[in-house]
């Protein structure tokens, strides 16, 4: 028998014992209250015949109980009946035949009603038979006798029992029937008058305690037609635990007779200090009812009473309920509940550890059946998992005290019991009781020590320890394959070792070991792991090599793929290579961006050939790293590990560590190139396909290329080979004026070793572009092109046509004036291409005084025309003389004016108004007499016209200057309403005249004709050349400078100011040698004049 078990039997003894001492007092008592009972009984029967006064309160209170003990049947009210007089047929007062109705639901309520209304009445015959009111007042002259009654039966029934000689069982029943029996009836009696409704159940066992029973009570705290606000209470002992339950819950009832509520509850455990909430649902119709309810715990983990070394907590879950009745037979009833609690044990089916369930569900299947509303008779078979079931038959006594006692006994009232209004006070259905979850307290716990490490052979110490309640039993140590490896392990307790097996220099040398430890009661503690490691001999620092091989002086590019090999030889103390070290030979690696020597600040710029400057752009950056180490085959104590630059710039640090012990460093510098930038050179070659012709710039046509070439040495003048993929070429930022994004640069190729190339393109036409070399998303500092793109002529065309001047006069002399712009197809100006212009429209014909002109560095030229014929013009211009162009031009509107009205007169100046100055009048100046007649008869006469015609010289010269009459006579050409007539003269003088005309007609003077201007200039096909000399005398010393002026005239005296003089010197002298000139080209001043100087 163990200790549990003797426990149980030493409770048991002492119940055994208690109870015998009970009952033995309480038949002494018995005993001696006989004799005093029947001495005492005539006293109190004659105190019985003399009353005490009554309270006045008493006889409503009786009458109150009369009427809730009334039997009722319907009553329908008769025309002109009202409710006062029912109850005056009823020897009832109004409020009482109220309270007989307080059931029944009243459309307009119990004061209103009319004829034709329904309501309950007495069931006896007319007014004046004798009803239960009277009997009641009857009674009361009975009640003061009650007392002496109760008295005598008991006195009776203790007699009767004592005659029977009864043993102790009997005894203890009579006592047991009298104490419940007691303790029900004052209890019921005290809940008289209120409403809601009162579960009691006392059950008492063999040692009079309260065990398993249960007070419940639902009380209304604010009730109208729809709604029930209420409280609801438990107290009970279940499972050796005195729990208490509170809550709150609102019950609506609709109007086509269902009811939706809600509730929420606390429950607590009043013998272990649990707590609870709950919140729960409701939906009835009548003869079907469901609920649902969720349990959540407030506390935490306490110890259990009920199992050992363990602790208990309250579970959550959840049940889902549905109840239903018959409606032909409401006594009878069934209900289904499915639950379901969370948990790793959970005590669902009980609180033993054999009852322990994981996250345990169940399904309860029930039948009722309820004689009389009092009492209700169950029995419930709940099924849960793994076999685990129990069956329970119950008893309720539901007492509601605001309903006669006499409709809570009869069978009648269980049908409206069962419906939605009948029911409104039931108890909320739901778990009262706080289904626990159960763990297992560790009570003992091993620990041992990870690694443990070792030469093979040696016997080492596992480092374990415990932590127990109940003491320390037995520690268990195992590792199977340590032990087929020649291992051995030694199994004593605490101080338990491990002998390591020989080390392996080609095998395993890690093992894993486990051990758990046992206490004094048996229980187990978790296992725990630890990795054994068998070293072989020391290592010999000195003796070992570390080297980095795969850098070129000491340096690595920091492109992220660029690899090294660090290269270990490990030796151990006796000089021999050290071997099977690769999994514990680590590498610490330590890494200093470039720019961060300084302490985390940006270090200044290097004032060297490789000073750099970064270039913002959106990469990965990653740092270097190096992997793990293998042992070379055939190469005993030789471990190689791969090292991986990153893409940062900086300098590495590379040290192994073997065992805690680092050996010797290896450092490589990553750089963003290999190149010296004083070795490096950037060049363009431009590859015009499209046009040849175009040498010292990249046609902007985004299909022409032009090849950057980048050579790279590093400083021994040996080619960088390799650095396709980190070198970028780009158009620097910054430049004014220069749109990056229309300048395409290929990827970098290596053409041959150490010289790299890209191609360029575009379609912006512009020049200087600086273009420079990136390394790593660095700039290489120093190495930069110069690149220009020319815009493409053989796509230009004219954009744009602006008339300068729109509007002017049809004199011969007025010029229209357009400019013209030029783009090519990706929008660049285009210089150095022709515009022409012509006529596309209009009655006249325009002559040019400036056409096919080439357009400026702006793209634009200016074309000038005029015409003597008045009218709207739509002249035409485009790109000519350009070899592959094609342009069909664009078009712009020209206003010509006449310049004379009707019967007025006009000179106009012919296109040649510039005519070389002589005196036989070779070369003249012709001017176009223009008269328009007055109308179309005057026009059909053709008169004569006489003209005078006045020359005024601008420049002052006389009249015997120029070859012109001051009268002649002329005849007109007529053209319609028009008349023409040509005008010429000439001049021996340069210069500009004014010329008026003053024309008569038919005798008749008209005004002056609008002025025009003549010019005429000088003849350069007969040059005269005046030579001065400023110095005075013909001779000039050696080495001294003199002077020499220069006059051109015509030979009319004409000076000559436009183009350049050309000086030479033809005599040697001094021997051969030649003076010296300053200028020997000179352009002629306004003068006429060009001055040098010379030195012989």
């Known amino acids: 028998m163990n200790r549990r078990e003797n426990k149980e039997q030493s409770r048991v003894t002492f119940r055994q014992k208690r109870l015998t001492h009970m009952i033995t007092a309480v038949t002494l008592a018995m005993q001696a209250g006989l004799p005093l009972a029947g001495a005492f009984t005539p006293v109190m029967v004659q105190a019985a015949e003399v009353q005490a006064p009554r309270s006045p309160f008493a006889v409503d209170r009786e009458r109150a109980a009369a009427v809730d003990r009334m039997q009722t049947r319907p009553y329908t009210l008769a ?353 009262n009781n706080i289904v626990l979850e159960y763990r297992k307290k560790e009570v003992i716990r091993l620990n041992m020590s990870n690694p443990i490490t070792g030469r093979g052979g040696d016997r080492v110490s596992l480092g374990l320890s415990v932590n127990s309640k109940y003491g320390l039993s037995d520690v268990v140590v195992m590792s199977e394959e340590l032990v087929s490896a020649g291992g051995q392990i030694n199994n004593s307790g605490l101080t338990s070792t491990v002998t390591l097996p020989a080390w392996k220099a080609d095998g395993k040398n890690t093992y894993t070991l486990r051990a758990y430890a046992t206490d004094k009661k048996g229980n187990a503690s978790k296992t725990v792991e630890s990795q054994v490691v068998v070293t072989a001999a020391g290592i010999n620092v000195s003796d070992s090599v570390v080297t980095l091989t795969g850098v070129s002086n000491g340096k690595m590019l920091a492109d992220g793929v660029s690899k090294a090999t660090l290269h270990v030889e490990l030796k151990n103390e006796t000089g021999e290579p050290l071997t099977g070290m690769a999994k514990l030979l680590t590498t610490k690696l330590d890494f200093v961006a470039k720019g961060t020597e300084t302490g985390g600040e940006t270090a200044p710029a290097a004032k060297s050939r490789r000073a750099q400057s970064r270039i913002t752009q959106d990469v990965l950056k990653a740092d270097p790293t190096v992997g793990g180490f293998t042992e070379l085959p055939g190469e005993p104590g030789t471990y190689e590990a791969t090292f991986v630059s990153g893409t940062v710039a900086g300098k590495v640090t590379l040290t192994p560590v073997l065992d805690k012990v680092s050996l010797a460093s290896a450092g490589v510098e990553l750089t963003d190139t290999m190149a010296d930038v004083t070795n490096t050179n950037l060049t363009v070659t431009y590859n015009n396909t499209s046009n040849s012709a175009v040498k010292d710039a990249l046609v902007a046509n985004n299909t022409d290329t032009a090849t950057l070439t980048y050579t790279v040495k590093d400083e021994n003048g040996q080619a960088v080979t390799g650095e396709a993929s980190r070198l970028k070429f780009v158009v620097l930022p910054g430049q004014n004026g220069v749109d990056a994004s229309r300048i395409t640069i290929s990827d970098v190729k290596e053409s041959k070793a150490g010289t790299y190339t890209a191609t360029v393109k575009g379609t912006q036409a512009v020049k200087d572009v600086k273009v420079g070399v990136l390394a790593n998303t660095v700039r290489v500092e120093g190495v930069e092109a110069t690149l220009d793109l020319a815009a493409d002529t053989k796509t230009a065309a004219v954009s744009e046509v602006v008339p300068v001047i729109g509007t002017t006069y049809a004199d011969g002399a007025s010029l229209g004036v357009a400019r013209v712009t030029v783009k090519d197809a990706y929008g660049n100006l285009v210089p150095s291409v022709t515009v022409t212009g012509s006529k596309h429209s209009g009655s006249g014909n325009p002559e040019y005084k400036a056409n096919d002109v080439a357009t400026d560095a702006s793209g634009q030229s200016v074309v000038s025309f005029f015409t003597t014929d008045a009218g709207d013009y739509v002249m035409l211009f485009k790109v000519t003389g350009t070899s592959g162009t094609t342009d069909n031009g664009q078009t712009a509107k020209f206003t010509f004016t006449s310049v004379t009205k009707s019967g007025e007169a006009a000179a106009l100046m012919k296109a040649n108004d510039q005519v070389v100055a002589d005196s036989n009048g070779a070369t003249k100046n012709i001017i176009t007499l223009q008269y328009e007649a007055a109308d179309d008869a005057q026009a059909q006469k053709k008169p004569a016209t006489k003209a005078t015609i006045t020359v005024t010289p601008k420049n002052g010269a006389s009249s015997n200057d120029y070859g012109l009459s001051q009268t002649r006579d002329i005849q007109l050409t007529w053209n319609g309403n028009k008349a023409t007539a040509d005008v010429d003269f000439w001049s021996k003088k340069k210069g500009d005249y004014a010329i008026t005309i003053d024309v008569v007609v038919n005798g008749a003077a008209k005004p002056k004709t609008r002025g025009v201007t003549a010019s005429f200039r000088p003849d350069t096909s007969n040059v005269t050349i005046t030579l001065q000399n400023n110095g005075g005398g013909t001779t000039v010393a050696a080495g001294t400078s003199r002077t020499l002026t220069a006059t051109l005239k015509d030979k009319y005296g004409n000076l000559i100011y436009d183009g350049t003089l050309a000086f030479s010197i033809t005599k040697e002298v001094n021997g051969g040698q030649k003076a010296q000139l300053s200028n020997p080209t000179v352009t002629v001043g306004s003068s006429g004049t060009a001055t040098t100087s010379f030195t012989p």
């Open 79 to 431: 025309k002109g009946e009202t409710v006062a007089d029912v109850a005056k047929r009823y020897n009832l007062s109004v409020d009482e035949l109220r309270r007989l109705n307080m059931l029944r639901t009243f459309a307009n309520g119990f004061d209103n009603l009319k004829a034709g209304d329904e309501l309950d009445v007495p069931v006896q015959t007319a007014a004046g038979e004798k009803d239960e009111l009277a009997a009641a007042r009857e009674a009361l002259t009975q009640s003061g006798q009650d007392g002496e009654r109760r008295l005598a039966e008991r006195a009776a029934g203790a007699a009767g029992f004592l005659s029977s000689k009864p043993d102790s069982d009997a005894a203890r029943a009579l006592a047991t029937s009298a104490a419940t029996g007691t303790v029900n009836e004052r209890i019921a009696d005290s809940l008289k008058g209120l409403k809601g409704t009162y579960r009691v159940g006392i059950q008492a066992d063999d040692n009079l305690s309260l065990k398993n029973s249960s007070v419940d009570a639902l009380i209304p705290l604010h009730e109208t037609k729809e709604n029930l606000y209420f409280t609801q209470g438990s107290l009970h002992r279940t499972n050796d635990r005195s729990q208490a339950n509170l809550g709150v819950g609102v019950r609506h009832f609709t109007e086509d007779n269902a009811m939706v509520g809600g509730n929420a509850f606390l429950d607590y455990d009043l013998s272990r200090d649990h707590a609870r909430g709950g919140v729960g649902l409701e939906y009835w119709r009548d003869y079907l009812r469901f609920g649902a309810n969720a349990y959540m715990r407030l506390t935490g983990w306490k110890d259990s009473p009920d199992i050992e070394d363990y602790e208990e907590r309250p579970a959550n879950g959840f049940d889902v309920r549905a109840e239903g009745y018959l409606p032909s037979y409401p006594q009878l009833g069934a209900k289904v509940v499915y639950e379901k609690y969370f948990g790793n044990k959970v005590g669902l089916f009980g609180n033993s550890e054999d009852d322990l369930q994981k996250d345990p569900q169940a399904v309860t299947v029930g039948a009722s059946y309820t004689p009389v509303p009092l009492i209700t008779a169950s029995l419930d078979h709940r099924q849960g998992e793994s076999g685990k079931n129990d069956t329970r038959v119950g008893l309720e006594v539901n007492y509601q005290p605001d309903k006669k006692l006499s409709d809570q006994l009869d069978p009648e009232q269980v049908r409206i019991q069962r419906t939605v209004q009948g029911g409104r006070y039931d108890l909320v259905d739901r778990n």
